[in-house]
């Protein structure tokens, strides 16, 4: 179990890195959701990393390595007040701090979708030339 705990740990300097490369994984994961849906990735990504849409992609990447952070410390300290054997009561806490970072990360993708939508319409127009199938 503490092998999970660094490995969390891993993931959230991992996610560090990757905002402080400006090279954010949930612009990533949101440029692979666009490529299932049969737009194509460079002009997705492209379209994505326009000023006023990247930075939301930053900060939804330190959400994500806030996440982690969290999940790992609060497994780290479940597990030197209950040991291995609080297993089952450790499970409650972390499925309950999941849900709600999973929602947070959800309702942001969503509102960078709405960002994106605002900024095809006022600056292309509408027709989303850039984003063609």
């Not at 330190?62 to 007040?81: D, E, G, P, V």
């Not at 450790?90 to 309702?107: N, Q, R």
């Amino acid at each position: 179990m503490w092998n999970q705990v660094f490995l969390g740990y891993g993931y959230a300097v991992v996610y560090g890195l990757s905002v402080l490369f400006q090279k954010p994984f949930a612009l990533y994961f949101a440029v692979d959701f666009m490529y299932l849906q049969g737009y194509p990735r460079e002009n997705s990504k492209s379209l994505f990393k326009t000023k006023g849409i990247f930075m939301w992609y930053q900060l939804l990447t330190a959400l994500l390595c806030l996440r982690s952070i969290f999940q790992s410390s609060l497994k780290a300290c479940l597990l030197n007040a209950y040991g291995v054997e609080g297993y089952g009561k450790m499970l409650i806490y972390l499925k309950i701090s999941g849900w709600v970072f999973g929602g947070l990360i959800t309702v942001g993708y969503f509102f960078i979708g709405s960002i994106v939508k605002r900024y095809v319409q006022n600056h292309i127009g509408g027709s989303r030339p850039s984003l063609q199938r």
